[in-house]
């Protein structure tokens, strides 16, 4: 599980075949390597990961048009090298990072997550990457930052959907410190062994497992540590909609549509919806974060 | 002048064609959707390109009386068929949610009571029953003056229909928008002040 490769290359790439014989390995023994912190990935059963291709073709990435098929399209227009992420705020090594220099020593491992959208639709979506309390730790969290703040490019001349107002860009994101220190959110650099698709937001983006994946910011060019809550870019714009924890609640419908339920991405034009689990499925691993919070309040 | 070319050729376009040809896509898009050429979320993007199948429909038959009035071209023998493909697109896009979807009749009700863009959709869906219903030269006889009144429904369906995708998508986009500005202003182009001040604009 652990990969020392700081960046898989193509030559790293898989065989379906025997990626896929591997993977049932690493779902089997994930209760144990992730220290029990995982075992919330006890519903193996539908733990089936989409396929490549559904995860990189059918995206939510408005900074390349509003389309699901857009970002596959359009994304290849973004330079992803030279790439660097700002580091800044109550933190005891601030700077500019280059990709290189801030995955190095990360511990590398594979996560088979449960990925919810807002929209009522999943995926099951096998992502490589570190934690990134293991990035925090290694610059130091000084006392008194209580958030994380994220932030999106924003290159209109490569992103052609930024020049719609539609977000006040750069995309912003956030995390409670807690959130972020959490085992089970990591900053994602790959997906099926590969190196992460632009349109799925290269070279590193959040994944926040229990939370709606617009939480999951793409494309990360800035993480701040800040004592205040942060602006998050859709709270900011329909914060009736959409809150700042933002966690998967099948009780707390979106006031457009129900959180009920949910349809898993790739099962053709009969594939019946599932029932959407508290926090994504990760109930057992998370639940503590929130224990005392009004949950309707705070969605 | 176009005008001259468009007129006589728009006579020569037997009906049937035009029913035909208005049914192909709905046809070709179940197909897709079922041997994958939709992407992997077929079920959401048919229930998408045939509600907004059914909206250009609704905005092409608005566009009949003012492309008469003021520009002389007359396609008005198409109105009632893009009225009915209209109409079936609609019921095809309403089939899709129900059966395909949600398929349940407490989901489907709980969210047209909760949800105010379904409930306007609906509204609107609902407009269009009475107008697909008395499209027939039968009911235009029966009704008389009453049956232009009747009609009139349609700019509620559209304006409804268009109000509905607005309301739909995440944020303030552009093309649902636009869609909603092309129908108000194609029923405003029928108020009489307007349409006079046009009308020497034009004559």
Request: charge should be neutral.
């Amino acid at each position: 599980m652990h990969r020392p490769t700081k960046a898989p290359g193509w030559a790293d790439v898989t065989p379906e075949a025997a990626y896929l014989n591997r993977r049932q390995i690493i779902a089997g023994g994930s209760a144990l390597a992730l220290g029990g912190i995982a075992g919330g990935v006890r519903a193996q059963g539908d733990l089936e990961p989409n396929t490549f291709e559904d995860i990189s073709t059918y995206n939510n990435f408005y900074e390349f048009g509003t389309n699901k098929g857009d970002p596959a399209r359009y994304a290849h227009e973004m330079t992803t090298e030279p790439w660097s992420v700002e580091i800044d705020g109550l933190v005891d090594k601030p700077g500019t990072y280059s990709f290189a220099d801030l995955i190095d020593g990360m511990p590398m491992e594979e996560r088979i997550y449960r990925f919810r959208c807002v929209e009522a639709w999943s995926m099951v979506i096998p992502w490589n990457g570190f934690e990134l309390r293991h990035l925090l730790d290694r610059v130091g969290v000084q006392p008194g930052a209580n958030y994380v703040a994220f932030e999106t490019l924003y290159r209109p001349e490569e992103m052609r959907g930024t020049r719609s107002r539609i977000i006040d860009w750069p995309y912003r994101e956030g995390l409670r410190m807690d959130e972020a220190m959490h085992p089970l959110t990591i900053l994602a650099t790959g997906l099926y062994d590969r190196p992460m698709p632009n349109q799925n937001g290269a070279p590193i983006r959040l994944v926040v497992p229990w939370k709606y994946g617009f939480k999951s910011i793409k494309s990360l060019v800035r993480i701040s540590l800040v004592e205040e809550e942060p602006v998050t870019s859709w709270n900011q714009l329909a914060p009736r909609e959409y809150g700042f924890y933002s966690n998967v609640n099948p009780t707390v419908d979106h006031p457009r549509w129900s959180q009920a339920t949910e349809r898993k991405v790739g099962g053709g034009l009969f594939s019946a919806r599932q029932d959407t689990l508290m926090f994504n499925g990760y109930e057992d691993e998370v639940a503590e974060l929130y224990a005392g919070m009004d949950l309707q309040q705070s969605f | 002048m176009l005008v001259d070319l468009i007129n006589p050729l728009a006579r020569r376009v037997p009906m049937w064609l035009v029913y035909v040809g208005g049914l192909v896509p709905m046809v070709w898009l179940f197909w897709l959707g079922l041997t994958g050429g939709l992407g992997p979320e077929p079920i959401k993007a048919l229930e998408h390109r045939y509600g907004l199948i059914a909206l250009q429909l609704l905005v092409a038959g608005l566009c009949i009386t003012p492309l008469r009035r003021f520009l002389d071209v007359n396609l008005i023998r198409f109105r009632r068929a893009l009225g009915l493909l209209a109409f079936g697109y609609v019921a095809a896009h309403l089939l899709v949610w129900l059966v395909l979807d949600l398929r349940s009749l407490g989901l489907i009700w709980q969210d047209i009571l909760k949800r105010p863009y379904i409930t306007i959709g609906m509204l609107g869906f609902a407009c269009l029953v009475p107008l697909a219903a008395t499209s027939n030269n039968w009911s235009v006889r029966r009704l008389g003056a009453r049956w232009r009144v009747l009609h009139r429904l349609t700019y509620v369906a559209v304006v409804l229909g268009a109000v509905h995708f607005v309301m739909l998508v995440k944020g303030w986009q552009l093309e649902p928008l636009v869609y909603l500005a092309a129908a108000v202003g194609l029923i405003a182009l029928r108020w009489r002040p307007l349409r006079s001040m046009l009308g020497h604009a034009f004559g």
